[in-house]
């Protein structure tokens, strides 16, 4: 799979991180501090979302301090569910039932560990296809295209 990746900062945990996907066979490009020096949160989670949203990534993962402000600038773009996962069964959860695009993840809280265990919740589960689930979604669509 063809992933985005980027954070506000470059630390242990994202490097650990992009070391385990692209152990597990995942193509990565790199954003924001991960790349540069440094990296505006909005800045990095708006252009790897814009670029999610696009087509030119299957999916995304983004990292700030807490994880809540690069999730909800994620979320200012069109298209992007973006989902900021403390454990594995949030993740598993915000890709069955809202087919999350972007998996956001705390520096300060999240340990090396648990990244895993979010990693293989995220990428093991697919969308939902239940009639609620799917209307939920269409019913978000068609509320971002006004």
Not at 20 to 34: M, P
Not at 70 to 79: D, F, L, M, P
Not at 101 to 113: A, F, G, K, P, W
Request: include cysteine; aromatic fraction near 6%; glycine fraction near 8%.
């Amino acid at each position: 799979m063809k992933l985005a990746i980027g954070s506000d900062m470059s630390t242990h945990l994202t490097g650990v991180v992009m070391e385990e996907l692209l152990n597990r066979g995942h193509e990565l490009v790199a954003f924001g501090a991960l790349v540069e020096k440094t990296a505006m949160w909005p800045k990095v989670g708006m252009e790897v979302a814009q670029k999610v949203a696009l087509g030119e990534f299957d999916q995304a993962i983004l990292f700030c301090w807490t994880g809540t402000g690069i999730s909800i600038a994620a979320n200012k773009v069109a298209g992007i569910r973006a989902a900021l996962c403390q454990d594995a069964q949030t993740a598993a959860g915000a890709r069955q039932w809202n087919d999350a695009n972007v998996l956001c993840m705390s520096i300060r809280t999240t340990s090396e560990v648990v990244a895993k265990e979010i990693l293989d919740a995220w990428f093991e589960t697919g969308p939902s296809s239940d009639a609620e689930d799917v209307a939920c979604l269409q019913y978000l669509a068609q509320k971002e295209s006004k």
